[in-house]
């Protein structure tokens, strides 16, 4: 593209000078977010939005073909309700934002603003929930909640987040623990087979499970700097929650039982994530499945007859064939729309003008790079389908590229601090033999926290990383978002 188009799209800071000033630009010239008066809470614009919808769209269909059931909970939680779990309570109190008054009267009770919902779906359960007849219940919303964090970025970490909280109750623990473990697959082949992210299937130690958990799994990503981001949660929390809400059914021989539960959730930090995966310095690049637009037709020398009509007439056939499609006949140089769209991360380009027309042909360009392609009109729309596919199939590749180049085996915490020194972030793989103060002491030494306990694991050694000791088992480690 000429260097005056590009300076008219607004250069963009290059990753490998400052990774965050070049994650800052992008979300602010994509128009993906606009900061607001109140710090640390986000203004999510209708191209950022359009990017959550699909999301939202995809894993819609996919909990409800599962059986789920969407539903909607209050926004506030009595502290009497809250203090009901110790474990959770002491979890999310450093994050809590209270509400103390009613227009000008004094509440009697403090309220919560959200945090996340599992004491409201306990609330609710123990007024549905009374016989073997009424389980399991199998829900879903998707609402905002909000977590007083120190320290924010559009989209990472933020006040204010959109997110799906999925909420079940079952008979028994098999069938807790056997949903806990669908919904982490579900959430595995929605970010590998519609955001073209590779992630790690994983169980977190004890020390970072959620607050009130038996156990939580997760999925790990990647990103393009080396650092770790959670990408989603499973939890099974056994029945601690039905007790300490006094949940009860009565089973099939009429004897009274206490339900277990799971929770699991995804949140907008996955549009972060969509950036730092694949974005490059000339902006976004976005998997198809969730691009807003998954191809913008551009025509030259729109001045010329018959060129406008043939473009708009290629619109109507992509658009018929269920493929998001735009068609910018705005007045701005097409050097300038090249620009403007690769920033925007528009998977596929169509150029068409009067020697386009004339051969029967336009041209195709893809965001992943590579030589533009000239294609007869009679199969523009296969060859879309087509060219949709290999851009997904080319940024999973990339990303898992890039996750196997920088997964480092180690053996010793100094091991560690030698290969992070020489070759940068990273995943790290290294054994554990399950002690708490091992894994933080791997931590203070080496800069990495535990991410996950692999649930396909290796047996790098038989000894510890940190204390040489007898290992347990593989832990992921890594500097994490």
Known sequence: MAKNDKKMVGAITSMEEDFAQWYTDIVKKAELVAYTSVKGCMVIRPYGYAIWENIQHILDTMFKETGHENVNMPMFIPESLLQKEKDHVEGFAPEVAWVTMGGAAKLEERLCVRPTSETLFCDHYKD???????????????????????????????????????????????????????????????????????????????????????????IEALMHDGKALQAGTSHYFGDGFAKAFDIQYADKDNTLKYPHQTSWGVTTRLIGAI??????????????????????????????????????????????AGIRVKLDDTENSPGWKFAEY??????????????DIAAGQCMIALRTGGEKTAVPL????????????????????????????????????????????????????????????????????????SRCIPLAQKQLSDKCVCCGKPARCMVLWGKAY
């Not at 976004?284 to 913008?296: F, R």
């Not at 690769?342 to 020697?355: F, H, K, T, Y």
Request: negative net charge; contains cysteine.
């Open 128 to 218: 549905i929930v009374h016989s073997y007849r009424d389980l399991p219940k199998l829900y879903n919303q998707w609402v905002s909640v909000v977590r007083w964090e120190k320290t924010t970025r559009p989209f990472l970490r933020s006040r204010e987040f959109l997110w799906q909280e999925g909420h079940t109750i079952h008979a028994t623990a098999e069938e807790a623990i056997e949903e806990t473990e669908r919904m982490l697959d579900v959430y595995t082949r929605f970010c590998e087979e519609s955001l073209a992210m590779p992630v790690v299937k994983g169980k977190k130690t004890e020390s970072d499970k959620f607050a009130g958990a038996v156990s939580t799994y997760a």
């Open 275 to 320: 950036i730092m995966t694949h974005g490059d310095d000339s902006g976004l690049v976005l998997p198809p499945a969730v691009a807003p637009i998954q191809v913008v037709i551009v025509p030259a020398a729109m001045h010329k007859e018959g060129v406008l009509d043939k473009a708009r007439e290629l619109y109507a056939q992509l658009k018929a």
């Open 342 to 355: 690769e920033m925007r991360g528009v998977p596929v380009r169509v150029e068409i003008g009067p020697r």
């Open 378 to 449: 009679e199969s523009l729309v296969q060859t879309v389908q087509d060219k949709l596919r290999e851009v997904h199939d080319v940024m999973y590749q990339r990303a898992l590229e890039n996750r196997e180049k920088r997964t480092y085996p180690c053996t010793t915490t100094e091991e560690i601090t030698q290969v992070l020194e020489e070759r940068g972030d990273g995943f790290i793989e290294a054994m554990w033999c399950g002690d708490e103060a091992c894994e933080d002491a791997v931590k203070e030494r080496t800069g990495v926290g």
